[in-house]
Every structure is written in C-alpha cells, then in structure tokens.
C-alpha cells in the first residue's frame, strides 16, 4: 500500500519561505515522477512542480520559477519542496503526489498517489 505524508505547512508571512516534505512508503520515490500541486479556496487544484524519476528532470509552473525549487532525498525516500520569496497568491493547500513524467508531469491524471495535503498560509 502506497501512501504519501506532507509536511511543513504552516503560516508565514510576505516574503518568508517554507520548505514541505513529502515522505513516500510503500513506494521508492526516486524511480518515479513526484509532483506539487496546490489548491486554493475557490479555485481548482494546480500544478506546481514536478521532479522525474531517474535522472530527476524539473517542471515548474510560471507562476512558481524562481522562487520555488523541488528536490528529493533518496536514502529518506522524501521530496521537498523550497517555497521562497512567498506571497499571499501561494496561499492554498499543497499536495504531493506520485505518478509517470511520460502521462504529463504537469497534469493530475498523470499521478496515481496523493497525500493528504498541508495548508499554507501567507498573510500579507
């Protein structure tokens, strides 16, 4: 059984960071494409940042590029996610996922595991 665990939510102010983890079990997370996404009150779920399996390839939304920086930790089988230069339009709730880069790394349907998700809060 494959399941996901986020932490490191929280509230923050403009222009602080946050750095999320994200721990798989049941899963190697390295031999597959992990992905952020975040769904804000109101607003669909959308995709954040994606990091491939193998060779660890990155994807990132416009919105994010340069102040968000995905990476992994193979021997703790968890991924992270560097959140800086934080603004109240980052305010939602961030979800982990695990799936395939070839079905489309920025796309939900290209992942078949998520964690529970945690929110983030940045005040202005």
């Known amino acids: 059984q494959v399941q996901l665990v986020e932490s490191g939510g929280g509230l923050v102010q403009t222009g602080g960071s946050l750095r999320l983890s994200c721990t798989a079990s049941?899963?190697?997370?390295?031999?597959?494409?992990t992905g952020w996404f975040r769904q804000a009150p109101g607003k669909e779920r959308e995709f954040v940042a994606a990091i491939s399996g193998g060779a660890g390839r990155t994807s990132y939304a416009d919105s994010v590029k340069g102040r968000f920086t995905i990476s992994r930790d193979k021997s703790k089988n968890t991924a992270y996610l560097q959140m800086n230069s934080l603004t109240p339009e980052d305010t939602a709730v961030y979800y982990c996922a695990s799936g395939s880069w070839s079905r489309g790394a920025g796309e939900s349907s290209a992942y078949d595991y998520w964690g529970q998700g945690t929110q983030v809060t940045v005040s202005s």
């Open positions: 049941g899963r190697t997370f390295s031999l597959y494409t």
